[in-house]
């Protein structure tokens, strides 16, 4: 690959500077000549007040921003392979997209700004290699000068990766922050949207999981549009929304995807659903909450899922203590199970630690995780019990 080391200045970059935050590839600078924004790129995620406030900091106090990296397409048509964020914020700056604090603490915005330091903001030396190559090149570039900063998550490298209309479709539907929907998706999707996160879960979704998106998004590359992935995420999203009448917070990130597959087919009663998981809510011995979904799409049946508040050491001693006295009267095991039992073990007193603590009746039939609801049952009897 060959690189050409180059100069501009800031007002260069700047010059015809159009930003629509609408657009997959909606930057551009130079008079039109150079792209900011390609559609393998990650959003901008410098308007934070502090990073991009921080670039034209640095400009003002003549700072170098460190090499950009730009990719040439031919004689009259450039792109930013690295550098994005830095370009795009001195350009939103120069277009009043946002303000800094002066010296005596007053918002400025580059208009307002006194000529001298609009001069040292726009005659600033932007130090440029400009790149030239194969597609392969090029992103393979991209992927390794970006192991530094910022580093892209692994979405945003499979954009660069197979960069192309089904990418910057999907990109324009979920990472898109204007998108009405996000609202909505934000109830059961975590993430950052202009970070790919979005768009990496409908793929997850639509691909049956995060080690197949990769051959998914090889294998549609080339699509002209992205309705397969849309349909399969409505669909996701449909069910849940109608399957659970309450949208509580830690719904939120949950494997919807795997969960859809397992169980849509299944019918349910969403007034008995919302009953039972506000029940589930509320009960002060659930102490996971968000496997709360997933038992009881599964008939209640996993109870590890809720990791269920288990006996502490005092109320489990105490158990351990009476049942042990009280089967050396008997001449019994002090494991009830082994006790009714035939085999060698029905006269076995079990030491402490050969013991688990067992609810008497089951905490999915109501069992209280109590010292009256505490029986002490060797390890083999007590694993083999489950709910029962």
Not at 115 to 141: F, H, P, R, S
Not at 230 to 248: A, C, G, H, K
């Given at each position: 690959?060959?690189?050409?080391?180059?100069?501009y200045?800031?007002?260069?970059?700047?010059?015809?500077?159009?930003?629509?935050?609408l657009?997959?590839?909606?930057?551009?600078?130079?008079?039109?000549?150079?792209?900011?924004?390609?559609?393998?790129?990650?959003?901008?995620?410098?308007?934070?007040?502090?990073?991009d406030?921080?670039?034209?900091?640095?400009?003002?106090?003549?700072?170098?921003?460190?090499?950009?990296?730009?990719?040439?397409?031919?004689?009259?048509?450039?792109?930013?392979?690295?550098?994005?964020?830095?370009?795009?914020?001195?350009?939103?700056?120069?277009?009043?997209?946002?303000?800094?604090?002066?010296?005596?603490?007053?918002?400025?915005?580059?208009?307002?700004?006194?000529?001298?330091?609009k001069?040292?903001?726009?005659?600033?030396?932007?130090?440029?290699?400009?790149?030239?190559?194969?597609?392969?090149?090029?992103?393979?570039?991209?992927?390794?000068?970006?192991?530094?900063?910022?580093?892209?998550?692994?979405?945003?490298?499979?954009?660069?990766?197979?960069?192309?209309?089904?990418?910057?479709?999907?990109?324009?539907?979920?990472?898109?922050?204007?998108?009405a929907?996000?609202?909505?998706?934000?109830?059961?999707?975590?993430?950052?949207?202009?970070?790919?996160?979005?768009?990496?879960?409908?793929?997850?979704?639509?691909?049956?999981?995060?080690?197949?998106?990769?051959?998914?998004?090889?294998?549609?590359?080339?699509?002209?549009?992205?309705?397969?992935?849309?349909?399969?995420?409505?669909?996701?999203?449909?069910?849940?929304?109608?399957?659970?009448?309450?949208v509580?917070?830690?719904?939120?990130?949950l494997?919807?995807?795997?969960?859809?597959?397992?169980?849509?087919?299944?019918?349910?009663?969403?007034?008995?659903?919302?009953?039972?998981?506000?029940?589930?809510?509320?009960?002060?011995?659930?102490?996971?909450?968000?496997?709360?979904?997933?038992?009881?799409?599964?008939?209640?049946?996993?109870?590890?899922?809720?990791?269920?508040?288990?006996?502490?050491?005092?109320?489990?001693?105490?158990?351990?203590?009476?049942?042990?006295?009280?089967?050396?009267?008997?001449?019994?095991?002090?494991?009830s199970?082994?006790?009714?039992?035939?085999?060698?073990?029905?006269?076995?007193?079990?030491?402490?630690?050969?013991?688990?603590?067992?609810?008497?009746?089951?905490?999915?039939k109501?069992?209280?995780?109590?010292?009256?609801?505490?029986?002490?049952?060797?390890?083999?009897?007590?694993?083999?019990?489950?709910?029962?």
């Amino acid at each position: 690959m060959k690189t050409t080391l180059k100069k501009y200045q800031v007002k260069e970059i700047c010059d015809g500077f159009v930003y629509n935050e609408l657009e997959a590839k909606g930057l551009f600078g130079l008079s039109g000549k150079l792209t900011i924004q390609p559609e393998y790129q990650r959003s901008y995620i410098y308007a934070d007040g502090k990073r991009d406030v921080a670039v034209i900091t640095s400009l003002l106090n003549r700072y170098p921003l460190g090499l950009v990296y730009f990719n040439k397409i031919d004689d009259n048509n450039l792109e930013v392979l690295d550098g994005q964020q830095r370009i795009t914020s001195f350009g939103r700056f120069v277009a009043d997209k946002f303000a800094i604090k002066d010296q005596n603490g007053l918002e400025q915005n580059f208009s307002s700004l006194p000529q001298d330091l609009k001069d040292i903001i726009l005659n600033a030396d932007i130090l440029v290699y400009e790149c030239e190559g194969t597609e392969t090149e090029i992103k393979q570039w991209f992927k390794t000068i970006n192991i530094v900063g910022i580093p892209l998550n692994n979405q945003e490298l499979l954009n660069a990766i197979y960069s192309g209309p089904f990418v910057t479709l999907g990109k324009a539907e979920f990472s898109n922050s204007q998108n009405a929907n996000i609202h909505k998706w934000s109830a059961y999707i975590s993430g950052a949207v202009n970070r790919q996160e979005y768009w990496e879960r409908a793929l997850d979704w639509v691909a049956k999981g995060k080690d197949n998106i990769d051959n998914y998004m090889s294998r549609h590359r080339g699509d002209k549009n992205i309705n397969e992935v849309r349909t399969y995420f409505e669909s996701v999203i449909d069910w849940v929304s109608r399957t659970f009448v309450d949208v509580e917070k830690e719904m939120c990130g949950l494997e919807w995807g795997r969960l859809y597959e397992a169980h849509h087919r299944t019918s349910y009663n969403k007034n008995k659903v919302s009953s039972r998981i506000r029940e589930l809510y509320s009960d002060g011995y659930v102490e996971n909450r968000r496997g709360i979904w997933e038992f009881v799409l599964g008939g209640e049946i996993d109870t590890k899922l809720l990791e269920v508040r288990v006996f502490d050491e005092p109320t489990k001693k105490a158990a351990y203590a009476k049942c042990t006295k009280e089967s050396k009267v008997k001449l019994k095991s002090n494991c009830s199970l082994c006790a009714n039992a035939r085999g060698p073990n029905k006269t076995k007193i079990w030491k402490y630690d050969e013991m688990e603590a067992d609810h008497i009746l089951a905490w999915s039939k109501k069992g209280a995780t109590s010292a009256a609801n505490c029986q002490m049952l060797c390890k083999t009897h007590n694993r083999a019990k489950g709910n029962r």
